[in-house]
C-alpha cells in the first residue's frame, strides 16, 4: 500500500505562484507519480507526469511554459511549480502514483486526499 501526503496548496493572487509537494511512503515500487486536478463541475484533468525510468514528463496544453513537475526519484517526492497562475487554474490538485512500468498517464493507482488551489482575479 502506498500513502501520498500532498501540501502547498492555497489562496494566490492572478499571476503568482504556488509550490505543491507530496511525498509518498510504503513498500511498493513507484514508477511515475502526476498532479491531476478537479474543478467544481468539471472532470479530472491530468496537469503534469514524471516517469521515473527517464525523468520523462508530460505536461497539459493548459500549463505548459507555466507549470513544473519535478522530483526525487529516491524518496518518491515530486513537486510541482506553478507559475503565472490564472483564475482558470482554480481547483483541487491530487498527487497520484502508478505502481506499474508502463502506465498509462492518466491512470493511476494510488491518490492523495487533495489539496485546494484557488486563485483570484
Known amino acids: 500500500q502506498v500513502q501520498l501526503v500532498e501540501s502547498g496548496g492555497g489562496l494566490v493572487q492572478a499571476g503568482g505562484s504556488l509550490r505543491l509537494s507530496c511525498a509518498a511512503s510504503?513498500?511498493?515500487?513507484?514508477?511515475?507519480m502526476g498532479w491531476v486536478r478537479q474543478a467544481p463541475g468539471e472532470e479530472r484533468e491530468l496537469v503534469a507526469d514524471?516517469?521515473?525510468?527517464?525523468?520523462?514528463?508530460y505536461y497539459a496544453d493548459a500549463v505548459k511554459g507555466r507549470f513544473t513537475i519535478s522530483g526525487d526519484n529516491a524518496k518518491n517526492t515530486v513537486y510541482l511549480q506553478m507559475n503565472s497562475l490564472k483564475p482558470e487554474d482554480t481547483a483541487v490538485y491530487y498527487c497520484?502514483?502508478?505502481?506499474?512500468?508502463?502506465?498509462?498517464?492518466?491512470?493511476?493507482?494510488?491518490w492523495g486526499q487533495g489539496t485546494q488551489v484557488t486563485v483570484s482575479s
Open positions: 497520484a502514483a502508478a505502481s506499474e512500468p508502463y502506465y498509462r498517464r492518466d491512470v493511476y493507482d494510488y
Open positions: 510504503g513498500r511498493t515500487f513507484i514508477y511515475g
Open positions: 514524471i516517469r521515473w525510468a527517464n525523468n520523462s514528463t
